[in-house]
T-cell receptor
Framework: NAGVMQNPRHLVRRRGQEARLRCSPM?????VYWYRQLPEEGLKFMVY????????ESGMPKERFSAEFPKEGPSILRIQQVVRGDSAAYFC????????????FGPGTRLTVT | KNQVEQSPQSLIILEGKNCTLQ??????????LRWYKQDTGRGPVSLTI?????NTKSNGRYTATLDADTKQSSLHITASQLSDSASYIC???????????FGTGTQLKVEL
């Protein structure tokens, strides 16, 4: 059973470009979470999705950031018009059920904005 | 405000020695407390999950404790190995949701 997969592992974007980060959850998992980790800071919750639904997006910046988890295919975290402050590691986690269940993390996507 | 604080920020120990990492949380309502190990450049890997009714849980050489009254947890590592060098992250989950609040981690280095 493959673990959580994220791609790309590294992404370089110039200021103003768009960044698309992909996350394929573990097989059988229908709950996906996105976290951001800045250097010297802890993981910060961004958004929690189930298939075709956003359950909790309280950690997402109001502008430029969006997330989706379609019926088919991976979950996508999209950052429009990136700025230098968006440079961070973005981690995706998945779980088989709801609250209290184990969250399995992917290897992360390291976004660098130049 | 929901917060998780960890101490120490960093720690260096000799191989074979034991160590204890601390975590204080103010997440409310509280559901469970988790410890993760994160190697440099990798995603976090779960070590333990404890609900408010559990006082201790072990995973090999890792033993976590939880005091829900004082809102404190600790992670004890026994007979440390070089491969234990990593960041250890504490996370608390609120009741009623899957949202985790994490501390900034303790950076552990095990030396010969």
């Amino acid at each position: 059973n493959a673990g959580v997969m994220q791609n790309p592992r590294h992404l370089v974007r110039r200021r103003g470009q768009e960044a698309r980060l992909r996350c394929s959850p573990m097989k059988g998992h229908s709950h996906v979470y996105w976290y951001r980790q800045l250097p010297e800071e802890g993981l910060k919750f961004m958004v929690y999705l189930q298939k075709e639904n956003i359950i909790d997006e309280s950690g997402m910046p109001k502008e430029r950031f969006s997330a989706e988890f379609p019926k088919e295919g991976p979950s996508i975290l999209r950052i429009q018009q990136v700025v230098r402050g968006d440079s961070a590691a973005y981690f995706c986690a998945s779980s088989p059920t709801a609250a209290g269940s184990e969250q399995y993390f992917g290897p992360g996507t390291r976004l660098t904005v130049t | 405000k929901n917060q998780v604080e960890q101490s120490p920020q960093s720690l260096i120990i000799l191989e074979g020695k034991n160590c204890t990492l601390q975590c204080n949380y103010t997440v409310s309502p509280f559901s469970n407390l988790r410890w993760y190990k994160q190697d440099t450049g990798r995603g976090p890997v779960s070590l333990t999950i404890m609900t408010f009714s559990e006082n201790t849980k072990s995973n090999g050489r890792y033993t976590a404790t939880l005091d829900a009254d004082t809102k404190q947890s600790s992670l004890h590592i026994t007979a440390s190995q070089l491969s234990d060098s990593a960041s250890y992250i504490c996370g608390a989950e609120r009741g009623g949701g899957n949202k985790l609040t994490f501390g900034t981690g303790t950076q552990l280095k095990v030396e010969l």
